[in-house]
């Protein structure tokens, strides 16, 4: 550790072997220390240092200022332990002594200001050890020629770096990374394009173009406020890529996943946009509800396009996020709020009064926190209304929720398996449509799949490589088949697995029991039929059963199984509720829990 280490960056500060120096009488004492420390070239005249200082003195009374700065910094310093000199002069020139024992924060940053590391040949540590250094302005409080100057070299220096580090970290694949260290660059420099550019493209890579236009507009009014200027050629072009919504997925998938699922249809075919817009008219929460894969990602990012609302619309996903910390840093970027978190105060004056759709997607893992927001914002914000994809419902007052079905099961002869067949019919090669027994297997895999089009979505994408009946066979016997064809599919969206997996992990002991006690029938069960299985149970059991539960505990873990969209409700002829799972959640039930 060298014996003296000085800070001129921010608070100044001077060590001499662990023990804190006083401050000097004289700024001037400070001045001359940073001149020597970051003369450019090491060796200076007494002459130039002297005007460069005093820049409005007449030379002699620079110098006589000079030679007394000096004579204050030497009575200043301590005696280096090896005995050498803090600097070197002679009559004409000075110089800080290379071979000294010290060190200095803004030379150590001004070296690196002068090699200008590349950000992909830095390693991420260093750039962050680097960008530590900088706590501050050169010198606080000191304001002159010299100073000012040197000081913008030192700020300089702390752009390139926060931007330097954004790249690696975009280049890492820290997408949420870079764009926290580009806003952090933003509130230093507000018209730095290559960081607006840097959030544009990284949310637009994300699937999330209205965050990416949101930037966009950002972009164009710091330019404008600030500079009077329009964007760069480069960022006008980037821009102007991002006019239309292009698409939800995430950067395309390695060469030979590009083959992509079918799509399952447009929405007005299953009635449910209408439904949605109608749904919004009435309320100002809306939680747009079911299991996972029933199409609630392409409903909310569909239903709203080329509609007349009652104002414009935001997207945020919230897939990435997993805490209230994400929840934040996630809204903070889709509703352009600035560098780090925001309070709910803060978003809804970013917000404001005026009118807006807030469209919230992969909400479920957030629904407490959401709660607690969305009372906030909706009442700070008369003219904003809430729209949620979650498998589960907030469970808040003035909530409307909109339950998502699945596609219709139910044919005729000449089409089994209803809409989710037609789905899959329309998936094979021309000229096999006619083959009854064909269409009855891809019946068998719509069943299998419970309709649930994202599920059907890749099982058509299977169909390319393997006969119906073969695939409605495996399909019969377990789902786990789907795992391997969501991977082939190359999209964005979870599989069905790692979607119930986090489900599972939210749940209480109880209710991973009572969901261990439905997946043990094939046929719906109404609460007696449950409750007599119940007492007939042993204290003991197998991991996924558990020991008896009371009446009471019963019910609970089944309103909880149904609010969280694991359990589906229905009425029988006679008008009993009966409580079943969907086939492919009770194989992965079988398969986590047995």
């Known amino acids: 550790m060298p014996s003296l280490t000085i800070r001129l960056l921010g608070a100044v500060r001077l060590d001499v072997d662990g023990q804190r120096l006083p401050p000097p009488q004289r700024s001037d004492t400070l001045r001359v220390l940073a001149c020597l420390l970051l003369a450019p070239d090491g060796l200076q005249a007494r002459d130039e240092l002297a005007a460069r200082l005093w ?41 800080w002594n290379p071979e000294a024992d010290a060190w200095c924060d803004a030379r150590a940053l001004q070296r690196v200001a002068r090699r200008q590391p590349q950000p992909r040949q830095t390693r991420l540590a260093e750039l962050r050890d680097l960008l530590a250094l900088y706590t501050g302005p050169l010198l606080p409080g000191l304001e002159d020629a010299w100073t000012s100057s040197a000081r913008a070299e030192l700020a300089a220096c702390q752009i390139r770096l926060l931007d330097a580090l954004a790249e690696a970290l975009e280049a890492a694949g820290d997408r949420r990374a870079a764009i926290e260290q580009a806003r952090a660059l933003l509130a230093i420099e507000p018209c730095h394009e290559p960081s607006h550019r840097r959030i544009m493209r990284i949310h637009d890579r994300r699937g999330d173009p209205a965050a990416a236009l949101a930037q966009a507009q950002a972009c164009r009014r710091a330019l404008r406020e600030q500079l009077g200027a329009a964007p760069s050629p480069e960022t006008q072009a980037l821009i102007d890529g991002l006019s239309e919504p292009r698409r939800m997925a995430a950067d395309p998938p390695p060469a030979r996943l590009q083959e992509r699922a079918p799509d399952y249809g447009r929405i007005d075919a299953l009635g449910r946009r209408e439904a949605f817009l109608e749904a919004l008219a009435e309320t100002r929460l809306l939680t747009v509800w079911g299991p996972g894969g029933v199409g609630k990602t392409r409903l909310l990012r569909e ?27 996630a809204l ?10 925001p309070t709910p105060a803060a978003l809804a004056d970013r917000i404001g009064r005026g009118d807006l759709i807030l469209v919230l997607d992969d909400c479920e893992q957030l629904s407490e926190s959401l709660a607690e927001l969305s009372e906030a914002l909706l009442v700070r914000c008369p003219g904003l209304r809430l729209v949620l994809g979650s498998r589960e419902r907030l469970r808040v007052r003035g909530e409307r929720v909109l339950p998502l079905p699945r596609l219709s099961l ?12 037609r789905l899959l019919l329309a998936a094979l090669p021309p000229g096999r449509h006619d083959d009854l027994g064909l269409r009855e297997a891809l019946a068998d895999i719509a069943r299998a799949l419970d309709g649930l089009p994202r599920a059907l979505s890749q099982a058509a994408l299977a169909l390319r490589r393997q006969a119906p009946a073969l695939l409605a066979g495996r399909l019969a016997e377990s789902t786990a088949e789907l795992d391997a064809l969501a991977r082939l ?27 261990g006690r439905l997946a043990e029938d094939l046929s719906p069960l109404d609460l007696p039929a449950l409750l007599r299985v119940e007492a007939r149970r042993p204290s003991g059991g197998s991991r996924a059963a558990g020991a008896a539960l009371s009446p009471a505990d019963i019910v609970e873990h089944l309103a909880d199984l149904r609010d969280r969209a694991l359990l589906e409700v229905e009425l029988d002829a006679r008008g009993q509720t009966r409580y079943r799972l969907l086939n492919t959640t009770r194989d992965l039930v079988r398969r986590r829990l047995g």
Do not use: I, M
């Open 489 to 515: 599919t190359g999209e964005r969206f979870e599989s069905l697995a790692s979607a119930f997996d986090h489900d599972l992990r939210r749940l209480s002991a109880g209710s991973r029991n009572v969901l």
């Open 410 to 421: 139910e044919g005729d002869a000449a089409l089994p398996g209803g809409e989710a067949g």
């Open 55 to 95: 820049p409005e003195a007449d030379p002699k009374r620079a110098r006589a200022n000079l030679r007394h700065g000096l004579h204050q910094l030497r009575g200043w310093l301590p005696q280096a332990s090896d005995g050498q000199d803090w600097c070197l002069a002679d009559r004409d020139r000075l110089a």
């Open 303 to 329: 239903a709203l396009r080329g509609v007349a609302t009652a104002g414009p619309v935001r997207h945020v996903a919230l897939a990435e996020a997993r805490d209230v910390v994400g929840l934040y840093a």
């Open 332 to 341: 903070a970027d889709g509703l352009g709020a600035g560098p780090g978190l």
